[in-house]
């Protein structure tokens, strides 16, 4: 047990002392949430708890102890014991039902005193609004809920469902893993509880649809941070849906004004729709029947907006009036899909009223972007700010403050906080005007305040009015009452971004009055409320996905704008289990730009390069930049091209060819990069022009760069100009500490107009042992062709070492027909890194593909973990021209269907698929007449689509079974019943699993199972694919089967030693299996599998006394206890180094 002591301020309890901090220990090394298993048909989850801390906490009425989980929050309900528990959003199929098993656990009874935990659990109480006194709020003790002799009834796992947000269905989880006696004092704690939720009847279709026709890569990156279990593979080819729609609706009066600030955003890559009120309809009605039109047209090729500016104030643009307070809110117009609180759009507003007030919001907004501040070193200054509340200011206010400055602004980051916390920072308001009078780049206040001011320490209106931070304009951020309450002449928030040549670039506050835990949760991330906080012990929150520190890697991973900023602090809201997560979608609002990327500290330069010049006729221009960056090509104020630059720093625009000669405008922005913008000649193709049209490394045996590897670049020059190039020279330049250019030239000799030229192995390169994993570097072609040269750039990655070793290499097998043998062998991490892993059974070096054949299947074979299209074709031969109204296709256990087409070819028209999707389903099409008529006549055939998946573990043959039924108009019977046969041509070898996890330097022992059952004497090959998720590491062991009459894999037998099989064969439902031994043997193992390999049964014999013959009586249960199913199994008899299998055959 450890203690020390804390003090802290809670709430209604005037000063809290807490001390003896008591802490429960458990087996977890460290606590946490982990998915075992996630996909569409349902979430597998692991919790674990390493210790549970307590404080005893004095209030004013009596003490208490309060029981804390790292990463937890508590229950809610006031006056009731306040427990701690885990919630987590997630995603779920449109259409499916949630069930809930708790499929393993493991608790634990514990007293509290003797634990050293001596008073009652503290009870909850309500949220607090900053705008209450604590001194008139109630102390909530429910004594009755303290008089119960029992635990609760409360379900361990629970789920809710939240609503819709932009094509994701979002449910709230929440595991209560602490459950309270008051009266014994006893906690019973599930320190380990494994959770399958299963997903059923959910339509996977539509759920793809749903999240194509809005894919959003903003969004993307607040689900990835927000959503538990959301997956990026769910989205098919994300760098298409460029470029992002960005609807402006605006007051007429504003056209002129706007055109600049329009311009700008076409340029950095937006496709601008701008609306304004005279056209559309200036009411709220209308505006909101016109952005809904827009978000409903998206399709899965051109997905629904992403952003939405309103111009103007509400006289302008009329707000609404929200639902769970007294507060104006514009949520609704961004309210666009089921019927919740939760948004598909970043919404905002440049609030004005007049022409005056718009054009400094445009200017500074402009300037900002564009990067166009005289000094931009004020970027790497901020002001973090905990208010003054003699209640919360120590804990809440310093709690969120502290968290901000430990993780995130602060030098490690390149900027400098001044930092202003309870009680020091009443005494400072001077220093801190000063501060952003100076120039900083971000400033933060959490306490309280007005619809005009922050309160304590003070800072006003007029305080706005009187900066001097001309060209050196923040975002602004108020956790506090009122400051966004734009119902009024001008609020603080307006006031920010309406001062002209000082003030902001954007504000974020609330409508109406914020609450102090809320506010919390929505900076720190939901958990237990402390003075230092750390990112272990919380949630998600505002301030993570700003910075890129816990392996926030890619675009997908960050925030990047401040709308992104405040709906991770809502979502934070709704992980907390707070009663007002409805209130904060409301009132939270941006005044300023919905797409705005705040600079956090000074931005470094982007690294690009790019040709000086478009050729006309040209259909591509490649453009190298940090990873993630956006790239925009634009002429005229029309998109050209637009792309997102992927991992290796490189972008391909794509784009009709240019037919006059001119400007384009090349704008490249990212998060914490100087936007680049620079003009591109578009110039006649005249004479020769070469350019790198592409290149092909060649590395080891796989298609990667890997560290300590020899490299062969095959490369192919393109001459896109009207004339020949002769005496074409290529040399390479790499500059990189770890790459060792070995050939630098090669001689491509003439390159003919309007060609290509390839030479392979043309040029060739080390990589040195010690290269760091993902590594990104460039290599410089200077092409030369008598007086002409060309520059181009080649950009690479090199990747750590295989981080897999198989041992052994290869499988060398002789079996005799009907015979099942089961090997062993290694795979093993030979890198630090945990390694998810995936193995499949493959024919050697091929794929598979589902061609031809005859209800039929455009299949007759398959392989296992595949996902691929078979196609069926329906027949109707029917003697007396009966039409086909329904066909029914059931699929078995491992063949998931993912999607179908209707049946489609009957001149009635078109089968219906009915949508079901899953493992093991059956799948109807139906269709008929008003008049019951079917609608495949007679000699008519039709065809269907359907998509599905085949498990990794499945073995032996598929069998598909239908039924086809006619209308009834003609004679018996009206339904044909027949079966399908696919047969899976590896059926001689399975894997006992096909997925796992390796940690750092770890070994698996893996088995393998060869089965000739069915096999004709020959030989036969395939291999084993071992893979990270990625296939970016992988293995490959050949596998060769010979199958004689005797057979090398069973153990000479020696003399005395007989395995004589079983009887009866077939049997039901029991046989005797039978043996005799040699008298040195002692111990004899006898053991059944299955035909894919798998122990079910097994048996120790004592074999000590030596009797002529021993027997065995299998009752065809497994160790279990349970009945096995119909099929063949094996009996392996093992001794010492011996083993004799014997096929056995169970007919029931």
């Known amino acids: 047990m450890k203690s020390k002591l804390l003090v802290l301020t809670i709430l209604t309890f005037c000063l809290i002392q807490l001390w003896s901090v008591a802490e429960i220990s458990f087996s977890a090394d460290r606590t946490s949430v982990n998915i075992l298993q996630n ?106 809920a303290y008089t119960e002799n029992s635990y609760d009834s409360d379900k361990l796992v629970q789920v809710e469902e939240l609503g819709i947000m932009r094509g994701e269905r979002l449910f709230l989880i929440t595991f209560k893993p602490v459950k309270y006696n008051p009266v014994s004092g006893n906690i019973l704690v599930y320190n380990q509880v494994n959770v399958n939720l ?33 997956r990026e593979d769910q989205v098919r080819d994300v760098l298409t849906k460029y470029p992002v729609k960005y609807i402006i609706v605006s007051d007429p009066m504003f056209a002129d004004q706007l055109q600049p600030f329009i311009e700008w955003k076409i340029q950095s890559g937006f496709e601008v729709i701008v609306a304004y009120t005279d056209e559309i309809g200036s009411t709220s009605t209308a505006i909101k029947a016109y952005i809904q039109d827009l978000y409903d047209a998206g399709t899965p090729d051109d997905p629904a907006p992403s952003f939405l500016l309103f111009v103007g104030d509400h006289q302008q643009i009329p707000a609404y009036s929200g639902s769970t307070g007294g507060h104006v809110t514009d949520l609704n117009y961004a309210k666009l899909d089921g019927n919740d609180f939760y948004p598909e759009i970043y919404y905002a507003r440049f609030s004005a009223q007049n022409t005056a007030q718009l054009q400094p919001q445009i200017d500074k907004t402009l300037m900002y972007e ?53 009680p020091q920072s009443g005494s400072n308001s001077g220093n801190i005007i000063n501060n952003v009078s100076d120039g900083v780049g ?121 709308t992104a900023m405040m709906y991770a602090g809502n979502m934070a809201v709704v992980e907390g289990g707070s009663g007002m997560i409805n209130y904060y979608w409301e009132i939270y609002a941006l005044m300023g730009d919905p797409s705005l990327t705040a600079y956090l500290g000074v931005p470094l330069e982007n690294n690009v390069s790019h040709s000086e010049v478009i050729l006309m006729g040209l259909d591509t221009f490649i453009v190298t930049a940090d990873p993630y960056s956006y790239v925009s090509l634009t002429r005229n104020n029309e998109i050209i091209a637009t792309a997102l630059v992927d991992e290796s720093g490189s972008a391909n625009l794509e784009f009709t060819p240019f037919t006059t000669p001119g400007d384009a405008d090349l704008v490249i922005t990212a998060q914490n990069r100087q936007p680049y913008i620079e ?42 100009g009207s004339v020949a190039a002769t005496n074409v020279e290529v040399s390479a330049i790499c500059n990189d500490e770890y790459i060792t250019l070995t050939d630098s030239s090669e001689n491509f000799g003439t390159c003919p107009a309007n060609d290509i030229t390839t030479i392979e192995a043309a040029l060739a390169f080390d990589v040195s042992e010690i290269t760091p994993d993902q590594h990104d570097f460039d290599i410089i072609i200077v092409i030369t062709a008598d007086d002409n040269s060309w520059e181009d750039v080649i950009n690479l990655t090199a990747y750590e070492q295989n981080v897999f070793s198989v041992n052994p290499e290869y499988f060398n097998v002789e079996m005799s027909p009907d015979e099942m043998i089961t090997d062993i062998f290694s795979l093993i991490n030979t ?86 999707t899953g493992e093991a389903v059956s799948v109807n099409w139906h269709g008929e007449t008003a008049l019951g008529y079917g609608l495949i006549h007679g000699d008519e055939s039709a065809t269907a689509l359907v998509n599905v998946t085949t498990t990794t573990e499945f073995a032996g043959n598929i069998e598909l079974n239908y039924e086809i039924v006619g209308d009834g108009y003609g004679a018996e019977p009206h339904s044909v019943t027949g079966t399908m046969g696919l047969e899976y041509p590896l059926s001689w070898v399975s894997l006992a699993t096909s997925s796992g996890t390796l940690n750092g330097y770890e070994t698996h022992e893996i088995d393998i199972i060869f089965n000739t059952e069915g096999l004709d004497i020959g030989s036969y090959e395939c291999e084993l694919f071992i893979s990270d998720v990625e296939e970016r590491d992988y293995k490959r062991v050949p596998v060769n089967l010979l199958v004689t009459q005797t057979s090398s894999n069973d153990t000479e037998i020696p003399a005395g030693i007989a395995h004589h099989g079983n009887h009866p064969n077939p049997f039901n439902p029991t046989t005797t299996i039978s043996f005799s031994v040699d008298k040195n043997i002692d111990e004899m193992i006898v053991e059944i599998y299955n035909i894919r390999g798998q122990l079910i049964k097994d048996y120790f014999i004592d074999t000590s006394a030596h009797l002529p013959e021993y027997n065995v009586i299998w009752n065809g249960n497994d160790n279990a206890g349970s009945k096995v199913a119909s099929g063949i199994y094996f009996s392996r008899l093992r001794a010492e180094r011996f083993t004799s299998t014997k096929k056995m055959i169970l007919m029931k």
Not at 198 to 222: D, V
Not at 486 to 501: K, P, V
Request: aromatic share 14%; net charge negative.
């Open 442 to 562: 971000y400033i933060n206040y959490t306490a309280h305040g007005s619809s005009t001011s922050w309160s304590d320490p003070s800072f006003t209106i007029a305080n706005i009015n009187s900066l001097q931070n001309e060209g050196k304009y923040p975002l602004a951020v108020g956790n506090c009452c009122l400051t966004n309450k734009f119902e009024i002449d001008t609020c603080f928030g307006e006031a920010w971004l309406r001062a002209e040549n000082k003030g902001s670039i954007g504000y974020i506050g609330g409508t109406n009055s914020t609450y102090w835990d809320e506010d919390y949760w929505w900076g720190v991330g939901a958990g237990t409320v402390v003075s230092n906080p750390t990112y272990e012990s919380t949630g998600p929150g505002a301030y993570d996905g700003l910075f890129h520190d816990y392996g926030e890697e890619t675009f997908a991973d960050w925030y990047v704008t401040g």
């Open 39 to 144: 996909n569409n048909h349902g979430l597998d989850l692991q919790f674990n708890i390493a210790e549970i801390n307590s404080f005893d906490i004095k209030t004013e009425t009596g003490l208490f102890s309060q029981l804390e989980i790292d990463g937890y929050s508590h229950t809610t309900e006031p006056g009731f014991p306040k427990l701690p528990v885990q919630r987590k959003i997630i995603s779920v199929p449109f259409g499916a039902e949630i069930t809930v098993n708790v499929t393993d656990s493991q608790f634990s009874e514990i007293n509290l005193n003797s634990r050293g935990i001596l008073f009652d659990i503290i009870p909850a109480q309500p949220s607090l609004s900053k705008s209450q006194d604590p001194a008139d709020v109630k102390f909530n003790y429910n004594s009755r």
């Open 831 to 916: 890198s630090p890194r945990v390694i998810n892993y995936t193995i499949r059974t493959q024919e050697p070096f091929n794929g598979r593909e589902m061609t031809g054949s005859y209800i039929t299947c455009s299949t007759d074979e398959f392989t296992p973990g595949e996902t691929v299209d078979w196609y069926f074709y329906a027949f109707n031969q029917s003697p007396d021209n009966e039409w086909i109204t329904d066909i029914t296709i059931d699929f078995p256990a491992g063949v998931t269907v993912n999607e179908a087409t209707n049946f489609s070819g009957g001149s009635g028209g078109e089968l219906i698929y009915d949508e079901i």
């Open 198 to 230: 299963q997903f059923i009847g959910g339509n996977e279709l539509i759920s793809t649809y749903m999240r194509e026709k809005t894919y959003s890569p903003y969004f993307q990156s607040l689900f990835k941070k927000t959503i538990f279990n959301y």
């Open 679 to 720: 003009s591109v000649q578009v110039i006649p193709n005249d004479g020769p022009y070469l350019v790198i049209n592409n290149y092909i490394p060649y590395a080891g045996d796989d298609d990667y760069i890997e560290a300590g590897e020899s490299v062969t670049l095959t490369l192919s020059l393109e001459n896109v």
């Open 370 to 422: 564009k990067y166009e501040m005289p000094d931009p070193s004020y970027l790497g200054e901020v002001v973090m700010i905990a208010g003054m509340d003699s209640y919360h200011g120590s804990t809440w206010g310093n709690g969120q403050i502290t968290y901000g400055t430990s993780y995130y602004f602060n030098e490690d980051h390149g900027i400098e906080s001044h930092t202003y916390l309870y």
